[in-house]
């Protein structure tokens, strides 16, 4: 049976708007993945301090029956072929696409490579939006993670 997985896609470098849309596109040829939501496209500042161009960013819903691992693998690959290199040293570099696992209604996931739902989700009030406009209760989601984070778990449940 599909699950529904909501992925948030932001790119900074090139065509940025068809970055975008063949991830969307990628995503729903996945075996037994459909993409059956997505948010409107925002422009938003770059995190982590660098002078870098601004990000477009989107939260789509996917419905799979892939699990987290295999998923996961999927949207890196998707990132690859789209000219994206990962570099450790610099986690806030540009990039031409990013495909990160939000949510997974249902489910959350704690592995070395996935964390679910996303510990950045609290921090990220683009995502927030992107998720508000699919109508998904990630307030829910992130509730027990916020609370161990302090401040974040005001952001979490709502609160100015």
Do not use: K
Request: proline share 8%.
């Amino acid at each position: 049976m599909a699950e529904r997985v909501h992925l948030a896609l932001g790119s900074n470098l090139g065509d940025r708007a068809a970055h975008l849309a063949t991830a969307r596109a990628r995503l729903g040829a996945l075996p037994g993945t459909s993409v059956v939501a997505a948010s409107p496209i925002e422009e938003t500042a770059p995190l982590g301090g660098l002078a870098q161009p601004p990000y477009l960013n989107q939260m789509v819903t996917v419905a799979t029956t892939l699990a987290p691992d295999a998923l996961l693998a999927a949207c890196h690959a998707i990132e690859r072929d789209a000219g994206r290199r990962r570099h450790p040293a610099a986690r806030w570099s540009s990039r031409t696409l990013d495909i990160d696992v939000v949510l997974w209604e249902g489910r959350t996931v704690a592995t070395a490579a996935l964390h679910v739902p996303h510990p950045g989700l609290v921090d990220r009030p683009f995502w927030q939006r992107g998720l508000d406009a699919l109508g998904v209760d990630w307030r829910a989601s992130v509730a027990p993670a916020g609370a161990a984070r302090g401040g974040a778990a005001a952001v979490a449940a709502g609160q100015p």
